[in-house]
Structures are given as C-alpha cells and as structure tokens.
C-alpha cells in the first residue's frame, strides 16, 4: 500500500508562487509515474501535470504550461509542483497521484492508483 500527503498549499495573491510537496511511504514509487490533478469548486477533477519514473520526461496542462513545474526526488519518495505567476482560476484543491501501471505521463485520473487527501491553494485576485 501507498499513502501520499500533499502539504505546501494556502492563500497567495495573484501573481505570487507556491510550492506543493507530496511525500510518499509503503511501497517505492520510483519505478512509476506520478502527477498532480487540481479539482475547483463545481468542476471535475483535472490533469495538471505528469512526470515519468525518473524525472526525465514531464507533461502539463497547456494552462499551466510555462507557469507550473513537476519534479520528484526519487531518494527521498517526494514531488513537487513549483507553481509560479499564479491566477485566481488556479484556486483548487491539488491532489498528488501514483500509478501502480505506467512509469510514463498519464493524463487522466484513472490512470492512477493512490491518491493523497488534497491541499487547498487559493489565489486572491
């Protein structure tokens, strides 16, 4: 089993930077690709940003293309996503995600297997 823990999240003014850590226990994750979803208030949850098991390709969502960055750090079972010149419509609920199945990007929530329990990010305008 896999539990994952976001923390890093909270309020910032737009135009301002945050920095999301999701870090992993149980099972090593190192051979499997992980992402980042953000669910609003009243949508569905939506793909952010994806990284394969080494760290050596990534793949984000062309809204935060440019803005958002994904890294993990493989020794110490942790992700990141460096989220940069933020907008009011980035306010969301961002999950971290494992999957058990692929070591490459994955687009859309059914791709993952573990889940952590959120971390609220909300950008003031």
């Known amino acids: 089993q896999v539990q994952l823990v976001e923390s890093g999240g909270g309020l910032v003014q737009a135009g301002g930077s945050l920095r999301l850590s999701c870090a992993a226990s149980?099972?090593?994750?190192?051979?499997?690709?992980m992402g980042w979803f953000r669910q609003g208030p009243g949508k569905e949850r939506e793909f952010v940003g994806a990284?394969?098991?080494?760290?050596?390709?990534?793949y984000y969502a062309d809204s935060v293309k440019g803005r958002f960055t994904i890294s993990r750090d493989n020794a110490k079972s942790t992700l990141f996503l460096q989220m940069n010149s933020l907008k009011p419509e980035d306010t969301a609920v961002y999950y971290c995600?494992?999957?058990?199945?692929?070591?490459?990007?994955?687009?859309?929530?059914?791709?993952?297997?573990?889940w952590g329990q959120g971390t609220q990010v909300t950008v003031s305008s």
């Open positions: 149980g099972r090593t994750l190192s051979s499997n690709a």
């Open positions: 995600a494992a999957s058990a199945k692929y070591r490459y990007g994955v687009y859309v929530p059914s791709g993952y297997d573990y």
């Open positions: 990284i394969s098991w080494s760290g050596g390709s990534t």
